[in-house]
Structure formats: structure tokens, C-alpha cells
């Protein structure tokens, strides 16, 4: 018995050191919590359309892979944590969360955007597509189809988003060359280095004139 | 990222005295640039006001004039006939910035908002007089490959990183703002501010105040025009210089020449005595040169920068040739 096994046992009704300091912490953070929160958190101005205050929960109203969703969301989640915690789509990347890599691009409203960079409370009455949301049933997107097609990952952490951004990069007519598709697929980082192939699979479904 | 309270004033009012009452408040549309200091604990407010519903989205050209709402988005600006008409260096130099995603995000009053991405004003472990005014500069004396060589002074280097506001300090626009005393227009060279002793504003808006658009008037830039960004990348990079280069020629004359820099300054770079050696002259290389030359007459370089003087007045002959299509 190691003397710490011993120090334990001699005394059975003191909670151990670990539960002790997580007491603690529960604590603490209660009267952190307490301290932050100012006794009139938000004023609620007449006209406001909506409001939530620090530790609240709002309600929000969104469409997402064509099912309707009425969330309840602190003001500081973002809509890819909201996709990747609440709702358990996590075909939704996180890579830098930052802006900077387009691992978690989704649509909304039919656009590309960076899920990172946008809160899931901006997003009242709008419609999400993610990377679950793009194959009809079974039935693979011509553009998944294209990615396997032309090795168009290795890792395949950054191809939720590539797919995403290449969807979008076609119907916004960005598609018309590789010199094009490079330029206006350069939000989506690929560590891998898959880029000639992600290309070429783009052109493929450009040229192939499917609907997407 | 810090908790903070949220709200979705229903009128530009209600926003302006949300913003005006709480000195912690910030006003967010894109959330591209605010976001992203928030979760670097650059910034922290406590609440947000969302301005994304208020009725500011509007493109219409009227009276010689083209009015942008500040909440109409980047890649919509760039892409809308009418800009791509009369105003191309607008066009090409919103899409020379960030990445579609970031441009189907990012507005028009948020993209003047954006704050410098030094990266001693991004680390909070660092000396900042912007980001914390008092505990000096980290890039003076540090890694100051990216800095200013143009209007820096001893409390801060940085640089001003939009390419959109380059293309609007060329092309002469107003900015439009609402506050609680009423409204005012801000000529776009006075709305940005040069760092001096108070580099933690980047800006002359006063307090409350909220820009609700930007103004262009109709201008002869519709056929000679170039925006030049050399980066360290091919795309999605910040520049490093970027030239808004517009020429009015006729015959083979310049009747009147913009030009401005960005990468270069805490604020866009107007250069007003190359422009004025250019009217009259006629659009060749020499005398491009001869305007790049004066152009870079005021800089002043950092242990890690000088590079940059070379390169702005490259990129002005590359960007005036490009424009003039010679």
C-alpha cells in the first residue's frame, strides 16, 4: 500500500483530494458566475426584435438539411458548435476555428460561409445545408461521387468543406477554369496537398453540366 | 470567447442607443473580423448589437451616385452590375480580399471596421499600445515584416488591412453615419485615422455613432483600372502592398489618375502628388516610374520591412501599366 493509498484509507468519510478540488471548482465558478452577471443583466429596449442575456438561452428558429428546428442557444455559440454539439452533425469540420482553413463550411441560405465565424443566433429563419444534408438518401452528390472519383482527399478532414465549397463555387459560376477554381476554392486549406485532384473533380462535374 | 449578452434592435435607433448607453457594446454584421478577436480574447464586449436586420442592404446608383447600405455583403457588391459598370475597381478589389466564404459574410461598414491583423496585436501576451494602450509596441524592434512604412509613428506600426478601402479612398466616397446627435458624412481619406499617440482608434467615429453606408460619386475610372495585390500567397493572403491604380486617358493623355496603397499605413495610402505628376502626361512606363518614384519619396522603413519600398513602386508602374493596358 502506497502511502497515499494509506493517507486515503485512514480516513474513509473525507472526500478524496481530487473530489475535493472539483467541489471546489463547482464552487467557485458559482460565485464567479454570480459575480459576472451584473443584477440587471440586459435592459430590454421597446424596440428590440430580440434579446438574451448573458447566460440565457434564446430561441431560434432554423431550417437545416430541410428539417425545421426550434433550438435554444446561448448567444455565444457558433453555428458550427451549435451543428457539431447540440445537434451531432459533425460531418461539420473544426480546423482552425478561425476564418482561416474552411473546414466548416456549410450554406446558408444557399451561400458558403465559414460556420466558425457566424453565431448560431444570427441565424433565425435561415436555411442550413451541411455536408449530411448533400446526398439524397443513398444517392451520393455528383461532386461526392467526384471527390472518390479523382482522390480528391488523403486525411479527409478539410473535404466536408472542400465538397461544400466546390458545390457552391460551381453554382455561383467560379467553375469556368482550374485558374478560376483555384482562386475561388483558396478558403479551403487542404494539408494533405489533394489540390490537383479536388480540381480536377470540380472540373469534372463543371464540365459533366449535372445539376448540383 | 467571453460571454456576452444579445440583442436585435428592430430599428437603427434602438441600435444606436444600445450601442451609445453601454460602453462595453459592439455592433456586429459579418462577425468575420469580431468573432475572431473575440476568441483570441483581443476584445471582449459584453453585449452585441445585431445590426444584420435593419434595413441597410440597399445597391442603387441615383443622381451620379452610388449608394452602398452598410450591411450589403462583399461578394454581392463585387458581383452587382452596376459596380461591375462604373465602379471595376471596387469590384476587383473586394475580390482580391479574404475567400468567398469569408466575401458572402463580410459588409461593406464591417469590412471598415476591420482591425489590423498585427500579430502583436492579435497575441495578447504582447506589448500593444492598440490593443492596450500604455504597454508599447511589440513590432518596433520586432518581427515587423508586414508593418507600415508610410505614417507610423512611435506608439504603433500596424497596418490598415482591408483592399476594399483602398479601391474607396481612390474612387473619393463618403461614408455615411447615423448617431444619437443625427447624421454625418465622413469624406473616406478623413474617416480612417493615422496611429500617432492614440493608436487604439482606428477610426474618427464618435461614440453611439454606427455608419449606415458608403457613398461613390459617378467617376470617368470605368475602362482604366487595376488593383494590385502582392502577397505571399497567390490568394487568401493579407498584402503585403496592394495598389488601386484608376486612369481618365484620352487620346495619349491622362486627364486625371487615383492612386492609393494598402499594406503600407495605419490608413489607406492616398497618393496625392503622383497623381498630380501624372495629369497631363502621357501613359508610359517612363513616366509611371517617375510617379512611383515620388510616390515612395516619404517612406520610412523597420529592420524587417525596407523590402517594401522596392515592391510599392514596382507594383505602381505594374498596376499603372495594367491600367492603361500598355
Same mark, same amino acid.
Given at each position: 500500500? *502506497?502511502?497515499?493509498?494509506?493517507?486515503?484509507?485512514?480516513?474513509?468519510?473525507?472526500?478524496? &483530494?481530487?473530489?475535493?478540488?472539483?467541489? =471546489?471548482?463547482?464552487?467557485?465558478?458559482?460565485?464567479?458566475?454570480?459575480?459576472?452577471?451584473?443584477?440587471?443583466?440586459?435592459?430590454?429596449?421597446?424596440?428590440?426584435?430580440?434579446?438574451?442575456?448573458?447566460? !440565457?438561452?434564446?430561441?431560434?428558429?432554423?431550417?437545416?438539411?430541410?428539417?425545421?428546428?426550434?433550438?435554444?442557444? !446561448?448567444?455565444?455559440?457558433?453555428?458550427?458548435?451549435?451543428?457539431?454539439?447540440?445537434?451531432?452533425?459533425?460531418?461539420?469540420?473544426?480546423?482552425?476555428?478561425?476564418?482561416?482553413?474552411?473546414?466548416?463550411?456549410?450554406?446558408?441560405?444557399?451561400?458558403?460561409?465559414? *460556420?466558425?465565424?457566424?453565431?448560431?443566433?444570427?441565424?433565425?429563419? &435561415?436555411?442550413?445545408?451541411?455536408?449530411?444534408?448533400?446526398?439524397?438518401?443513398?444517392?451520393?452528390?455528383?461532386?461526392?461521387?467526384?471527390?472518390?472519383? #479523382?482522390?480528391? =482527399?488523403?486525411?479527409?478532414?478539410?473535404?466536408?468543406?472542400?465538397?461544400?465549397?466546390?458545390?457552391?463555387?460551381?453554382?455561383?459560376? #467560379?467553375?469556368?477554369?482550374?485558374?478560376?477554381?483555384?482562386? =475561388?476554392?483558396?478558403?479551403?486549406?487542404?494539408?494533405?496537398?489533394?489540390?490537383?485532384?479536388?480540381?480536377?473533380?470540380?472540373?469534372?462535374? &463543371?464540365?459533366?453540366?449535372?445539376?448540383? | 470567447?467571453?460571454?456576452?449578452?444579445?440583442?436585435?434592435?428592430?430599428?437603427?435607433?434602438?441600435?444606436?442607443?444600445?450601442?451609445?448607453?453601454?460602453?462595453?457594446?459592439?455592433?456586429?454584421?459579418?462577425?468575420?473580423?469580431?468573432?475572431?478577436?473575440?476568441?483570441?480574447?483581443?476584445?471582449?464586449?459584453?453585449?452585441?448589437?445585431?445590426?444584420?436586420?435593419?434595413?441597410?442592404?440597399?445597391?442603387?446608383?441615383?443622381?451620379?451616385?452610388?449608394?452602398? +447600405?452598410?450591411?450589403?455583403?462583399?461578394?454581392?457588391?463585387?458581383?452587382?452590375?452596376?459596380?461591375?459598370?462604373?465602379?471595376?475597381?471596387?469590384?476587383?478589389?473586394?475580390?482580391?480580399?479574404?475567400?468567398?466564404?469569408?466575401?458572402?459574410?463580410?459588409?461593406?461598414? +464591417?469590412?471598415?471596421?476591420?482591425?489590423?491583423?498585427?500579430?502583436?496585436?492579435?497575441?495578447?501576451?504582447?506589448?500593444?499600445?492598440?490593443?492596450?494602450?500604455?504597454?508599447?509596441? %511589440?513590432?518596433?524592434? %520586432?518581427?515587423?515584416?508586414?508593418?507600415?512604412?508610410?505614417?507610423?509613428?512611435?506608439?504603433?506600426?500596424?497596418?490598415?488591412?482591408?483592399?476594399?478601402?483602398?479601391?474607396?479612398?481612390?474612387?473619393?466616397?463618403?461614408?455615411? $453615419?447615423? +448617431?444619437?446627435?443625427?447624421?454625418?458624412?465622413?469624406?473616406?481619406?478623413?474617416?480612417?485615422?493615422?496611429?500617432?499617440?492614440?493608436?487604439?482608434?482606428?477610426?474618427?467615429?464618435?461614440?453611439?455613432?454606427?455608419?449606415?453606408?458608403?457613398?461613390?460619386?459617378?467617376?470617368?475610372?470605368?475602362?482604366?483600372?487595376?488593383?494590385?495585390?502582392?502577397?505571399?500567397?497567390?490568394?487568401?493572403?493579407?498584402?503585403? $502592398?496592394?495598389?488601386?491604380?484608376? /486612369?481618365?486617358?484620352?487620346?495619349?493623355?491622362?486627364?486625371?489618375?487615383?492612386?492609393?496603397?494598402?499594406?503600407?499605413?495605419?490608413?489607406?495610402?492616398?497618393?496625392?502628388?503622383?497623381? @498630380?505628376? /501624372?495629369?497631363?502626361?502621357?501613359?508610359?512606363?517612363?513616366?509611371?516610374?517617375?510617379?512611383?518614384?515620388?510616390?515612395?519619396?516619404?517612406?520610412?522603413?523597420?529592420?524587417?520591412?525596407?523590402? @517594401?519600398?522596392?515592391?510599392?513602386?514596382?507594383?505602381?508602374?505594374?498596376? /499603372?501599366? @495594367?491600367?492603361?493596358?500598355?
Amino acid at each position: 500500500m *502506497s502511502q497515499a493509498d494509506k493517507e486515503q484509507s485512514s480516513c474513509p468519510g473525507k472526500p478524496d &483530494k481530487h473530489e475535493a478540488r472539483r467541489e =471546489f471548482l463547482r464552487q467557485s465558478s458559482a460565485i464567479m458566475a454570480l459575480a459576472l452577471a451584473p443584477p440587471l443583466i440586459v435592459k430590454a429596449g421597446e424596440h428590440d426584435e430580440a434579446i438574451a442575456g448573458i447566460f !440565457e438561452k434564446m430561441p431560434v428558429n432554423m431550417e437545416i438539411n430541410g428539417k425545421a428546428y426550434r433550438l435554444s442557444v !446561448e448567444p455565444r455559440v457558433t453555428l458550427l458548435d451549435l451543428l457539431r454539439e447540440q445537434l451531432a452533425l459533425t460531418g461539420t469540420k473544426k480546423g482552425c476555428d478561425h476564418g482561416q482553413c474552411g473546414a466548416c463550411t456549410v450554406h446558408v441560405n444557399g451561400q458558403r460561409v465559414n *460556420s466558425c465565424l457566424t453565431l448560431a443566433v444570427m441565424q433565425e429563419g &435561415k436555411k442550413i445545408t451541411t455536408i449530411e444534408g448533400l446526398a439524397a438518401g443513398d444517392q451520393l452528390h455528383p461532386m461526392q461521387e467526384a471527390f472518390i472519383k #479523382h482522390d480528391g =482527399f488523403q486525411c479527409g478532414y478539410c473535404t466536408p468543406g472542400q465538397i461544400m465549397s466546390a458545390v457552391a463555387c460551381i453554382r455561383e459560376g #467560379h467553375a469556368g477554369s482550374p485558374g478560376e477554381i483555384r482562386e =475561388f476554392m483558396s478558403g479551403n486549406i487542404c494539408r494533405c496537398g489533394a489540390y490537383d485532384n479536388i480540381v480536377a473533380a470540380i472540373m469534372e462535374v &463543371k464540365q459533366g453540366g449535372q445539376s448540383v | 470567447m467571453n460571454q456576452f449578452s444579445y440583442v436585435r434592435p428592430a430599428s437603427q435607433k434602438a441600435a444606436i442607443d444600445a450601442i451609445f448607453r453601454d460602453n462595453t457594446a459592439r455592433f456586429i454584421a459579418g462577425g468575420t473580423n469580431l468573432l475572431d478577436l473575440m476568441k483570441n480574447g483581443v476584445t471582449a464586449p459584453e453585449k452585441l448589437v445585431d445590426i444584420n436586420r435593419l434595413p441597410l442592404k440597399d445597391i442603387r446608383f441615383s443622381n451620379n451616385i452610388l449608394h452602398l +447600405g452598410a450591411t450589403t455583403i462583399n461578394s454581392e457588391v463585387a458581383a452587382h452590375p452596376l459596380v461591375k459598370t462604373h465602379f471595376p475597381l471596387l469590384s476587383q478589389a473586394l475580390l482580391a480580399g479574404a475567400s468567398q466564404q469569408l466575401r458572402n459574410m463580410a459588409t461593406t461598414g +464591417g469590412n471598415m471596421m476591420q482591425r489590423t491583423r498585427c500579430s502583436y496585436f492579435y497575441d495578447i501576451t504582447m506589448p500593444c499600445n492598440k490593443r492596450s494602450p500604455g504597454t508599447g509596441c %511589440g513590432a518596433i524592434g %520586432g518581427i515587423n515584416r508586414m508593418h507600415a512604412i508610410f505614417g507610423a509613428s512611435d506608439q504603433c506600426i500596424a497596418v490598415h488591412p482591408s483592399d476594399m478601402c483602398i479601391a474607396l479612398a481612390a474612387l473619393d466616397a463618403t461614408v455615411i $453615419v447615423a +448617431g444619437p446627435k443625427g447624421g454625418r458624412r465622413i469624406p473616406f481619406a478623413d474617416f480612417h485615422r493615422l496611429p500617432g499617440n492614440t493608436p487604439e482608434k482606428d477610426n474618427n467615429l464618435g461614440k453611439g455613432e454606427l455608419i449606415t453606408g458608403v457613398e461613390i460619386p459617378a467617376n470617368p475610372f470605368t475602362r482604366h483600372v487595376y488593383y494590385l495585390k502582392v502577397r505571399d500567397r497567390a490568394s487568401y493572403a493579407f498584402a503585403l $502592398v496592394s495598389v488601386a491604380a484608376a /486612369l481618365d486617358i484620352s487620346g495619349s493623355t491622362i486627364r486625371q489618375a487615383r492612386l492609393a496603397l494598402g499594406g503600407v499605413a495605419h490608413k489607406p495610402w492616398r497618393l496625392y502628388e503622383a497623381e @498630380k505628376m /501624372l495629369t497631363g502626361k502621357a501613359p508610359t512606363e517612363e513616366n509611371f516610374r517617375i510617379a512611383a518614384t515620388v510616390a515612395t519619396r516619404s517612406a520610412a522603413t523597420f529592420q524587417h520591412n525596407a523590402f @517594401k519600398v522596392p515592391m510599392a513602386q514596382n507594383s505602381i508602374i505594374t498596376a /499603372l501599366s @495594367k491600367a492603361a493596358a500598355i
